[in-house]
C-alpha cells in the first residue's frame, strides 16, 4: 500500500497544498491521471473545489477528474491510478462516500495498488474509524467504519493548544477520553505542516513539527520529524 | 416544560458550578429529590462524578441518587423531580442513554413536569439531535437524535476563537457548514458561563456574554445577556 496522510491543505505560506508539492509527486511516480472525491466539501461547492485541486495536480503532469463529475462514481474509482480525497467534513465525506457504494472500492483499489492521497477529513478516512476526527457531526454517516487502510486512528491538525481562558476539552483530554473507550486503539496527533507516508507497513513521518502518539495506558509520546513510526 | 441548560460546569472562580447555584435553586422551586445521569462521564469514575454533583446540590437541600447506582435505573426516572445530566462526552452520553432505555422516558418525565438540568453534553442532549456537539465521536451512539425537549440546538462552550495560527475551522465555520447541511434548525451558541432558562416555548439568556444566534441564510446574530430568545 501506498498513501500519503497530510494534516491540513493550507501551507504556511497561504497556497493551497504548495507544501506537499514534493511529496505528492513522490507517491505519484510518473501516474498521470487521478480521481477526485470532493465529498467533505459543504460550504464550498464540488465544482469548485474540483476545480481546486486540478490547479495543484495540474503542474505536477497529473490530471485530476472528481466522481461527483464522472457518469459512473463506482467506475472511476476501480480504474483510478491515484485516489485523492479531501478535507472539509468528515461526516459528510464518509456519508456520501457510503451512499455512492466507494468505501469497499476505494479500499480494494488501494490495496491493489493505487495511490492515496488525502488531507484533513481525507486523512481521517484512511483509517479503521473517523472517531478521531475533530469536526462537526452536522450528518449522520450511518456508522463510524471508514476505509481501514492503516491500522492506527489519525487526528489531523494536531494542537494542545486552547484559545486563551477557554475551558474545553484539550486535544490530548479528547484522544484520552477515546483511549478509555477504545483502549486497544493507537492514534497519530498530527500537527499541521506534517504528512504521513505509509508504504505497506512502513509509517514514515515528515514535515516540520513533532507528532504526538497515542496508545492506551501510555503517556503521551512526543516524535520529532521525520521519522519512523511503525511499529506504532 | 422546565429547563436549565448552562453551557458548562466550572465557573470562573474555579468552583464546580458555582455559578449556577442560584439558577438551580430557582428551577428546583422546593423539589427535593433529582436523578443524576452521569454517562457523559469518561476519564471520570460515575460514581466520583456522582459524588461531585451531590456535593453541589446537598447545600441547595437537594438530594441527588445516580441511574448507574440504581437497581431500576428505568424506575428511577419514571419517578424523578429532577434530572441532572452532566457534561462529558456527548457521543458517550446519547449512547449509554440510548443503550439503557432511558431517552423516551427522560422526556416524557421531563414533558410531565419534572425539571431537566444540563450542563454541556447534557445540555446538547436537550436539543433534537446531537449535531451541534464540539466533542470527539469516540463512540458511536447508534444515530444523532436526541431529546428534543427544545425546538433548536445547542452548541455549548460557544467562542470563534481558534488557538494562535491554528488552521482548522473556526466554531462559526463548523456551524454554517451544519446549517448547510440541515437549513431549517437553528443554533443558539452559549458561551461559557451562560446558560438558557426554557419555560414551555420561552426561552431566557442569561449569564455574562452574549450568545449567537445562528439561522440558515442569514447572519449570525449576537444577543446580549440577559434577554429573551424566543421566538428563535
Known amino acids: 500500500m501506498n498513501l500519503l496522510l497530510l494534516s491540513n491543505s493550507r501551507s504556511p505560506d497561504g497556497g493551497y497544498l504548495t507544501h506537499a508539492g514534493a511529496a505528492i509527486g513522490e507517491i505519484a511516480a510518473g501516474r ?3 480521481v477526485f472525491v470532493p ?3 459543504v460550504t464550498i461547492g464540488w465544482d469548485d473545489y474540483t476545480q481546486r485541486v486540478v490547479d495543484v495536480f495540474a503542474p505536477l503532469g497529473i490530471a485530476v477528474t472528481s466522481v461527483h463529475q464522472a457518469s459512473d462514481p463506482q ?3 476501480r480504474q483510478a491510478e ?12 464518509l456519508k456520501c462516500c457510503r ?9 480494494a483499489r488501494v490495496r491493489a495498488g493505487a495511490a492515496y492521497i488525502g488531507w484533513s477529513a481525507g ?3 484512511a483509517g479503521p474509524t473517523i472517531r478521531t476526527t475533530n469536526d462537526m457531526p452536522i450528518v449522520d454517516p450511518g456508522g463510524f467504519d471508514a476505509l481501514g ?3 492506527f486512528q489519525l487526528n489531523p491538525h494536531f494542537t494542545n493548544a486552547l484559545p486563551a481562558g477557554h475551558q474545553g476539552e484539550t486535544r490530548e483530554q479528547r484522544l484520552a477520553e477515546f483511549l478509555v473507550a477504545n483502549p486497544s486503539a493507537k492514534v497519530v496527533g498530527l500537527p499541521e505542516g506534517d504528512w504521513l507516508r505509509v508504504r505497506d507497513a512502513q509509517v514514515h513521518l515528515h514535515g516540520p513539527w513533532p507528532a504526538s502518539i497515542f496508545v492506551g495506558g501510555q503517556a503521551v509520546r512526543s516524535v520529532d ?3 519512523r513510526l511503525d511499529p506504532l
Do not use: C, D, Q, R
Open 32 to 34: 498521470k491521471t487521478a
Open 39 to 41: 465529498y467533505a466539501g
Open 75 to 77: 467506475a472511476a474509482v
Open 82 to 93: 491515484i485516489i485523492v480525497v479531501g478535507g472539509g467534513n468528515t461526516f459528510n465525506l
Open 99 to 107: 451512499e455512492a457504494g466507494l468505501l469497499p472500492l476505494i479500499a
Open 123 to 125: 486523512a481521517n478516512l
Open 149 to 151: 487502510l492503516v491500522s
Open 225 to 227: 520529524s521525520p521519522a
